[in-house]
């Protein structure tokens, strides 16, 4: 069945572009290709774009709104950072120039923070979708992923914020470093919740702890899913060790893959922090709305 | 002019082989090649080896004396670790079967720690050269590198040791995450100096400091020397938070490259600790040395 969109919106980020059909709040169809924006030329976006919507353009100019990675400078149009303290949608929507012309292309801005200097583009979308859906929230906000985020919120806006490369310090110790010998497939809960423990009571001692998974195999045949595991537990324990102030006796949610955001939850009940989960498609897509209602 | 060797000292890594023509204690010639451990199947490593020194053979059989990597279980020999506490040389150096029938190829074994876990292949020999030229030395020994082992020696015995994959995580940050883009070519003294002191006084801080690098770079055009000197600033300064019950209040030697030994030495005087630094190569022919004069 044919669908046709009163508007387009769009979650553009390094590894993948996904598109979905709107009408009004209510998805009508989705789209996704890997054309993130690593991979793209300028010239590219708007053709690895068009290749997704085309089928869903009616007679009219159609509206997209996207966030994400591609407001980058090397993105397909630079939108440039709003400075936190901010509300997460500062309103300042960049249009892409030259489109084909049955639509219009807008682009959210990222945050930045000047001290300590930070940057986010994407998660302030997803800030906004969880602050449409949960009116007055103040709290903190976990974005795990490859570079973690979390957000302090208050009074609908963002107050603060700090980047964690968590999610790619794991890609790179258990695919690409003398870990990989060690760390498989599979999960083993108690090699998690004993790194996890290491590191929140001991951050410092995470520069000694990664080797041990390698000797751990070496000298006991520790199996491949308990390496797995206790990386991924040391990695999250230094992690919430150094976040700590963000997160102690603070309102939380986590807004990620569900996989990945029960993880966070669960190893901040072992610190007794109560986390709400949010789903994170429907962040974005509550942002993404949100961001179209400002549009002039 | 044609060398002959009286025996033939190996240091044969991961990554590299280095083959010295021996008289006594004294080096007559030395050969390399990138004939590392890990480039090359069992039946590879005869050939490797032999092409090097074949040179430096006389009439009889000569005896060939090596350490690293090659004694692992997929190097030439298993050479099965030692366990601590030990002196750095164990004499069950490890035969290998089957050579060229005028050499006979001795492996020396290296150490293995049961808790934490922990091994080393090549480090105990350095230890046992620096033993060697120094009596009755006790403290703490840093060999800096991929993998820097901190080594507790008392009464000629390696009593502890602990792994950092400081120059591993160097590596893979540096060249393969989000900060190859910030971290280049150069040096910023006062940029590694900061970082060292971040890491040093909270090493916890680590975990968000990583990405404040390449932030730094986007909002600020840090140049990226000082993303360089900061990267190694903040994983050495987690490193030396972290071997802290190692060095504070001991005699500290490091045996290293220069360069390294250098950041090191320097490092470890800011936080009031003074170490002496000893050439790697030249001890690892004096473990050479003291491994033959132990053979049968």
């Known amino acids: 069945m044919a669908v046709t969109a009163e508007w387009i919106a769009?979650?553009?980020?390094?590894?993948?572009?996904?598109?979905?059909?709107?009408?009004?709040?209510?998805?009508?169809a989705e789209a996704q290709s890997d054309k993130g924006m690593s991979q793209l030329e300028?010239?590219?976006?708007?053709?690895?774009?068009?290749?997704?919507?085309?089928?869903?353009?009616g007679a009219g100019v159609t509206d997209v709104v996207a966030c994400g990675m591609v407001g980058a400078r090397q993105g397909w149009v630079e939108a440039p950072y709003g400075t936190v303290p901010s509300a997460p949608l500062t309103g300042n929507a960049a249009?892409?120039?030259?489109?084909?012309?049955?639509?219009?292309?807008?682009?959210?801005?990222?945050?930045?923070?000047?001290?300590?200097?930070?940057v986010m583009r994407g998660e302030e979308t997803q800030v906004a979708g969880f602050l449409a859906k949960n009116k007055n929230w103040d709290g903190v906000i976990c974005l795990p992923g490859t570079h973690t985020k979390w957000v302090h919120v208050s009074?609908?806006?963002v107050i603060s914020f700090r980047t964690f490369m968590t999610g790619e310090m794991f890609a790179l110790l258990s695919g690409s470093s003398v870990l990989q010998h060690s760390?498989?497939?599979?999960?083993?809960?108690?090699?998690?919740?004993?790194?996890?423990?290491?590191?929140?009571?001991?951050?410092e001692a995470i520069a000694a702890e990664l080797f041990g998974i390698r000797a751990s195999d070496l000298l006991n045949a520790t199996p491949a899913a308990a390496g797995r595991a206790r990386l991924s537990g040391l990695l999250?324990?230094?992690?919430?060790?150094?976040?700590?102030?963000?997160?102690?006796g603070q309102n939380i949610a986590v807004i990620g893959d569900v996989g990945l955001s029960e993880v966070y939850a669960k190893?901040?009940?072992?610190?007794?922090g109560f986390a709400t989960i949010a789903d994170c498609q429907e962040m974005t897509i509550a942002g993404l709305t949100a961001a179209r209602n400002l549009l002039g």
């Open 42 to 57: 300028k010239a590219e976006f708007g053709p690895a774009l068009m290749t997704l919507i085309d089928g869903w353009l």
């Open 183 to 203: 760390v498989g497939e599979g999960w083993d809960e108690a090699a998690f919740e004993d790194g996890l423990g290491t590191t929140l009571s001991r951050p």
């Open 236 to 248: 999250l324990g230094a992690e919430l060790a150094a976040a700590r102030p963000y997160w102690l």
């Open 10 to 28: 769009v979650d553009w980020g390094t590894s993948n572009l996904r598109a979905f059909a709107m009408h009004g709040e209510t998805v009508l």
């Open 155 to 157: 009074a609908d806006e």
């Open 95 to 118: 249009q892409v120039p030259g489109t084909d012309a049955r639509v219009r292309v807008f682009v959210v801005p990222g945050l930045k923070q000047a001290k300590p200097a930070d």
């Open 267 to 272: 190893a901040l009940k072992t610190q007794g």
